[in-house]
Structures are given as structure tokens and as C-alpha cells.
């Protein structure tokens, strides 16, 4: 499948769906806060303007609807300022945030992303679009253009696929894209900014009997010092290799604390042997490269297979 994807991608020639960026506002003690507990806020704010604008500038290439789903509600000028100074208006459609209090790190974060998928696919219904969505961050510097375009060919492209999922090293999730027939109270119920963000994700997946389901590499966004410094290492030594040269540049001109001893959260290892490890419920087979997702209480202990992607270690 990877072939095929790889030929669809350079033709251009299909209807992806639609890409949804997740974006609060840079703004000094409330954009990147833990970092700028460390680092001061000024920066913190500044680190959150300058991805965002690589984000941006990386993405608008892909032939896609790109939506910037945006917080707080107020910041609708500053955002469309933002875009136009960037040339960008053309490019992005603003959608603010609805649901909930508007912000997005309140525990209703999962109403205010369903309400966005039921926006999102009614325009492309409206416009004779295919209604994949696939929603992202804008803190993931390691996730590229082709990244997205096969998130979203996954599901658009035959029936193997329901839903895609890019998992984060810290326990949540980089990226996440949704077929046409994916309800959208797969965002109900799932336990957002923890170390079992993916693995809860995952679970409402299965629970609203989405079966097929590709889980791609572990990538790294950036919420803490620690990841800002690894980041900062990775641009120094592969510039050309990332799109991202504002957030390169004012690294670079960051004088970051020194390195404290820090560990991953890494939820499965697939090793590549025939026992079963299991891990806050979901249990993975070697050899199978399989993800089992147990099904709510009630339903005789049937489980969910979800067919996982070509990586053979998963970390959520």
C-alpha cells in the first residue's frame, strides 16, 4: 500500500478531505506555559508563534480544505491578521472553537472537537467534498506534509481504514484522521492531556465500532523544556531536513537550562516474540503486530482488532 500511496501523493489527483490545524493564540502565561515556567514566557510565546507559522507554511501545499480551528474565541482578528500578513488568507478558512468555555485545555475539549468534525463535514458535504477530516496540533515539528497526505489516503482510499492515528512519545497523540463514516462521538469520553491520551482515544474508537484502525510511528510535540531541548538538537544537526526554519532560527537563539534525567512514557513494545504484554488494557502480539482494544464492560468480552501500521515498537 505504501507504493500506492507514495504514486497518489505526487499525482495530486485525489479528494483528501479535509485538514484541521488545533490553535490557541501565542500569547505570553498562556501558550506553552510549562515551557515558559522555565524559559520565561516571552519565549515560550514567541516558540508557539514561530511553529505555527512553519505549521502553516509546511502544510499549505497539501491538496486539501485546510481549516485553522482556532482559540480563544477573541482571537478571530488577530488569527485572520496573522494569515493575511503570512499571505496565507487564501489558503486557510478560520473556524473558531464551539463547545464548551472556548478553551482548549478545558476537560471539554472532546465536545468542542466534535462539534468542529460536524462543522467541518458539512461544509464538504455542502461542497461535494469527501468528508475525511484529519485533526492536528501545531507543536509537532517532526510531522511532514507527506505524513498527512498518507493519514488522510488511509482513510479515504478503500475500506481497510476507518481512522489513522499518529501517536506522541509523551502518551497523547500528534495527529488523527477520521473516515466519512466515523461518528463523531469518537471524541466522548476520552481522558485528554495524560499519559493515556492515545490509548483512551483509541478505546472510544473501539467502542463506537471503528474497526479498522492504522497506528503510525511515535513522533514528539513539545510541551516541556526537556523537548524543546531535543528539538533544538535534531534542527541543529539536520536543518535542511525540516521545513521549519523561523522555529530553527529562534532556537537558536535560545539559551535553554541544562538537561535533567527524563523518561518516556512508552505505553506497548511489539519485540517481535509470540507472548502477549499488555499495558493499560491494550495488549499487542509480536509476531501478529496486532493491537487489541477491549470493548466496554457488557459485551461478553469481545475484543476489538485493530491492524497495526508498519512500525514494529509503539509507543503511546
Known amino acids: 500500500m505504501g507504493a500506492e500511496l507514495q504514486c497518489k501523493c505526487a499525482r495530486g489527483d485525489t479528494d483528501l478531505g479535509t485538514l484541521v490545524m488545533v490553535a490557541k493564540y501565542p500569547t505570553p502565561k498562556k501558550s506553552k506555559t510549562r515551557i515558559g515556567k522555565k524559559i520565561g514566557f516571552d519565549k515560550s510565546a514567541a516558540f508557539a508563534r514561530a511553529s505555527l507559522l512553519d505549521l502553516l507554511h509546511r502544510y499549505t501545499p497539501l491538496d486539501t480544505r485546510k481549516v485553522l480551528l482556532y482559540a480563544p474565541l477573541e482571537a478571530g482578528s488577530l488569527f485572520s491578521n496573522l494569515l493575511e500578513q503570512e499571505g496565507l488568507q487564501h489558503v486557510w478558512d478560520l473556524e473558531p472553537?464551539?463547545?464548551?468555555?472556548?478553551?482548549?485545555?478545558?476537560?471539554?475539549?472532546?465536545?468542542?472537537?466534535?462539534?468542529?468534525?460536524?462543522?467541518?463535514?458539512?461544509?464538504?458535504?455542502?461542497?461535494?467534498?469527501?468528508?475525511?477530516?484529519?485533526?492536528?496540533?501545531?507543536?509537532?515539528?517532526?510531522?511532514?506534509?507527506?505524513?498527512?497526505?498518507?493519514?488522510?489516503?488511509?482513510?479515504?482510499?478503500?475500506?481497510?481504514?476507518?481512522?489513522?492515528?499518529?501517536?506522541?512519545?509523551?502518551?497523547?497523540?500528534?495527529?488523527?484522521?477520521?473516515?466519512?463514516?466515523?461518528?463523531?462521538?469518537?471524541?466522548?469520553?476520552?481522558?485528554?492531556?495524560?499519559?493515556?491520551?492515545?490509548?483512551?482515544?483509541?478505546?472510544?474508537?473501539?467502542?463506537?465500532?471503528?474497526?479498522?484502525?492504522?497506528?503510525?510511528k511515535s513522533m514528539s510535540d513539545i510541551d516541556e523544556v526537556e523537548d524543546l531541548r531535543q528539538l533544538k538538537a535534531r534542527l541543529g544537526s539536520d536543518m535542511k531536513s525540516i521545513s521549519c526554519q523561523r522555529t530553527a532560527a529562534l532556537?537558536?537563539?535560545?539559551?535553554?537550562?541544562?538537561?535533567?534525567?527524563?523518561?518516556?512514557?512508552?505505553?506497548?513494545?511489539?519485540?517481535?516474540?509470540?507472548?502477549?504484554?499488555?499495558?493499560?488494557?491494550?495488549?499487542?502480539?509480536?509476531?501478529?503486530?496486532?493491537?487489541?482494544?477491549?470493548?466496554?464492560?457488557?459485551?461478553?468480552?469481545?475484543?476489538?482488532?485493530?491492524?497495526?501500521?508498519?512500525?514494529?515498537?509503539?509507543?503511546?
Open 97 to 216: 472553537m464551539t463547545g464548551g468555555d472556548n478553551d482548549t485545555t478545558s476537560s471539554d475539549l472532546g465536545d468542542r472537537l466534535k462539534c468542529a468534525l460536524e462543522t467541518v463535514r458539512l461544509t464538504a458535504r455542502k461542497q461535494g467534498s469527501v468528508e475525511s477530516v484529519a485533526f492536528i496540533g501545531y507543536d509537532c515539528l517532526e510531522l511532514t506534509l507527506g505524513d498527512v497526505r498518507n493519514l488522510l489516503l488511509r482513510v479515504t482510499e478503500g475500506p481497510e481504514y476507518q481512522a489513522a492515528i499518529l501517536p506522541a512519545n509523551d502518551g497523547g497523540y500528534v495527529a488523527l484522521a477520521l473516515s466519512q463514516d466515523v461518528p463523531s462521538t469518537v471524541f466522548e469520553g476520552v481522558e485528554w492531556s495524560s499519559e493515556s491520551t492515545c490509548i483512551s482515544q483509541l478505546q472510544a474508537l473501539a467502542r463506537d465500532n471503528v474497526s479498522g484502525i492504522y497506528i503510525g
Open 251 to 316: 532556537l537558536l537563539s535560545f539559551d535553554l537550562p541544562k538537561a535533567i534525567d527524563s523518561k518516556k512514557v512508552v505505553i506497548v513494545h511489539n519485540n517481535g516474540n509470540d507472548k502477549l504484554k499488555q499495558s493499560n488494557g491494550i495488549t499487542v502480539s509480536g509476531e501478529q503486530e496486532e493491537l487489541l482494544v477491549p470493548q466496554p464492560a457488557g459485551d461478553g468480552g469481545r475484543r476489538n482488532s485493530l491492524s497495526q501500521g508498519k512500525t514494529n515498537t509503539v509507543g503511546l
